[in-house]
T-cell receptor
Framework: GQSLEQPSEVTAVEGAIVQINCTYQTSGFYGLSWYQQHDGGAPTFLSYNALDGLEETGRFSSFLSRSDSYGYLLLQELQMKDSASYFCAVRDTGYSTLTFGKGTMLLVSP | DAMVIQNPRYQVTQFGKPVTLSCSQTLNHNVMYWYQQKSSQAPKLLFHYYDKDFNNEADTPDNFQSRRPNTSFCFLDIRSPGLGDAAMYLC????????????FGDGTRLSIL
């Protein structure tokens, strides 16, 4: 089976930097994805890491350490519109589908 | 714009009355997925189609069925909805199985009376 752990809620202020951690346990591992979901909306893809290291896309960066079964999403220069739920998801080599974590609700305040 | 479209956005049905949710895509992706998402929970995969090959998750209730008559359309049928089936149902697509990203529709929120 697969399991993912991420914090349930994170709060921050506009302009700050926040890191959302994700640890996972899988029988096999292809990669770690991050999705953003605003309340009542569709999940939207943010990033995918298959190899160790940092991937940067604008204000968002994602990091993976395969040896530690750990990754994080880094959000910089936070804006109010970044208030949303963030899900990490693993692609398992055995299943080739995604298993999502329970999500982290990010609340950005002025 | 190429996209994934789900209809309707909101669906209300009665306990035990069959209901069908629809999803269409203009991305020409091979894989279509159906997820169930309950309030403040992670999306849970129900099943997926890789072209015409249907794959059911082991813990998906028999009450849930799916049809994919062609590449563009996929349907979720709930034969006898129970109160526990009230949720957001999300359709997603990807070019191939496991490929990232998955493209999600806006979902159908199903309520059971």
């Amino acid at each position: 089976g697969q399991s993912l752990e991420q914090p349930s809620e994170v709060t921050a202020v506009e302009g700050a930097i926040v890191q959302i951690n994700c640890t996972y346990q899988t029988s096999g591992f292809y990669g770690l994805s991050w999705y953003q979901q605003h309340d009542g909306g569709a999940p939207t893809f943010l990033s995918y890491n298959a190899l160790d290291g940092l991937e940067e896309t604008g204000r968002f960066s994602s990091f993976l350490s395969r040896s530690d079964s750990y990754g994080y999403l880094l959000l910089q220069e936070l804006q109010m519109k970044d208030s949303a739920s963030y899900f990490c998801a693993v692609r398992d080599t055995g299943y080739s589908t995604l298993t999502f974590g329970k999500g982290t609700m990010l609340l950005v305040s002025p | 714009d190429a996209m994934v479209i789900q209809n309707p956005r909101y669906q209300v049905t009665q306990f035990g009355k069959p209901v069908t949710l629809s999803c269409s895509q203009t991305l020409n992706h091979n894989v279509m997925y159906w997820y169930q998402q309950k309030s403040s929970q992670a999306p849970k995969l129900l099943f997926h189609y890789y072209d015409k090959d249907f794959n059911n998750e082991a813990d998906t209730p028999d009450n849930f069925q799916s049809r994919r008559p062609n590449t563009s359309f996929c349907f979720l049928d709930i034969r006898s909805p129970g109160l526990g089936d009230a949720a957001m149902y999300l359709c997603a697509t990807s070019t191939s199985l496991g490929d990232q990203p998955q493209h999600f529709g806006d979902g159908t929120r199903l309520s059971i009376l």
